[in-house]
């Protein structure tokens, strides 16, 4: 049966305003080591302690003074700010609500902010994107874009400063390239350029076993396996416009996706990593990293870690020894976890991804819909069934018969009997595309 597209997007919509935190019929998944009344409160202290580490004469954040601009100057109010802003996406705090009295003074800051660095540029980007889209937020993402247009290396690499002075790591170019995307995701057309730049630069500097580190002579780091993944997935997004009938095969992505699964240890992680991991996550849809549930590990060693006394995250050294900074970061990663999921992808063997991205732009087209922000994940047959209960629906694109197993199929009428809808689309015509309808 072909579905129309307006048909689709209605379901869609109808899904989404009835979402429940797994299909209504549900069986009970196994408890995990924390409960989702554990992450709301720690999000909720930890809203409560940013709030309360303003200055008490300008309330913002800045350690640093206005007279005397170092290159990170504004990076810690922008990047309060956006975790404030993306946690009061899906929260009834209206602290957390764009131009209430408590964010005032910081977003007023945020717009004049003129930035001397790459980390304080991207942060600013990260956080005006999430305004509504009135004039002087245009204005200032505009500006701020064009200064990292500018500061671009030839080399599609960015260093601390917006001067073009040789030096570059993938930290600095994380930040820049990540806030150009959300320059992107405002409206601002980026030169086509930038994007084939930054797009060859994470690929050119790959490790052989798969990843990033700070540099090309550090090994391996999930904070910059993180970092990789998420701006080849962005670059990539602008630069490659085919349309596939079967996945390209990436083998760096591949063997990045693999480094993460080796690297990724929340236990001694700083949360400047976890950001990274999330943002990762967020951009591939991935909810497993091989088999490990990266956010569910994640969430529960930041309520651990949570100080108890007032709400904040300990810093480490990628944090500047910054209580703010370090909460900002827990707070980004968590607030993940409270956007509802709206759809499953199901990985399998065979062409189950030709379009990596497709499910990102549908949900998001719901999520413009209702003013509300959406997840999407990846889910493989390799984990329980219960493990995709966190959405309503599942989704089956390839252009060949799947060839499920007997196993394969009792998970998916599992699933159905749990509740959960099935969508499966073939993406392509013909013998094979009837095969897959089959």
Not at 140 to 158: D, M, N, W
Request: proline share 7%; glycine share 6%.
């Amino acid at each position: 049966m072909h579905i129309r597209h307006n048909s689709w997007l209605a379901l869609l919509l109808t899904t989404a305003t009835t979402l429940l935190p797994r299909p209504a019929h549900a069986q009970e998944a196994p408890p995990p080591p924390h409960t989702d009344t554990q992450v709301t409160a720690a999000i909720s202290r930890g809203v409560d302690f940013l709030l309360a580490a303003r200055d008490p004469k300008t309330k913002c954040w800045e350690k640093t003074f206005p007279d005397r601009p170092d290159q990170h100057y504004g990076g810690e109010t922008s990047l309060a700010l956006f975790a404030l802003l993306h946690v009061g996406q899906n929260s009834t705090d209206r602290r957390l609500k764009p131009f209430s009295d408590d964010l005032q003074e910081p977003i007023a800051f945020v717009l004049k902010l003129q930035p001397n660095g790459t980390y304080a540029a991207g942060l600013q980007l990260s956080a005006l994107q999430l305004l509504p889209p009135k004039p002087e937020v245009i204005k200032a993402i505009e500006r701020t874009s064009a200064l990292l247009v500018k500061a671009q290396q030839k080399s599609g690499a960015h260093g601390y400063t917006l001067a073009i002075d040789g030096w570059h790591d993938n930290s600095n170019t994380q930040y820049a390239h990540l806030g150009m995307w959300s320059a992107l995701e405002a409206g601002i057309p980026i030169p086509a350029d930038y994007w084939k730049k930054a797009e060859l630069y994470w690929r050119t500097a790959a490790l052989p076993d798969g990843g990033w580190g700070y540099t090309a002579d550090k090994p391996a780091k999930s904070a910059f396996i993180g970092a990789g993944i998420s701006c080849i997935l962005v670059s990539n997004e602008q630069n490659d416009h085919t349309v596939r009938l079967k996945p390209k095969p990436d083998e760096i992505l591949d063997k990045a996706f693999a480094a993460l699964a080796r690297n990724y240890a929340p236990l001694s992680d700083d949360v400047y990593a976890l950001y990274a991991v999330e943002r990762a996550g967020l951009l591939s849809g991935r909810k497993f990293f091989d088999r490990t549930n990266w956010f569910l590990e994640g969430a529960t060693q930041l309520v651990k870690a949570q100080n108890p006394n007032n709400g904040s995250w300990a810093p480490t050294a990628n944090e500047s020894k910054n209580d703010s900074v370090s909460t900002a970061f827990a707070l980004l990663f968590l607030a993940r976890g409270r956007n509802p999921v709206l759809f499953n992808k199901l990985q399998y063997d065979g062409n189950w991804n030709p379009r990596i991205r497709d499910l990102a732009f549908l949900t998001e087209q719901v999520g413009r819909q209702l003013e509300r922000p959406f997840n999407w994940q990846v889910v493989p047959f390799t984990v329980d069934t219960d493990e995709w209960l966190d959405a309503p629906a599942l989704f089956i694109t390839g252009t060949t018969d799947p060839k499920f197993t007997p196993r394969q199929i009792d998970q998916l009428r599992t699933y159905l009997g749990a509740g959960g809808m099935i969508f499966s689309v073939a993406t392509g015509s013909g013998k094979d595309s009837q095969d897959f309808n089959d």
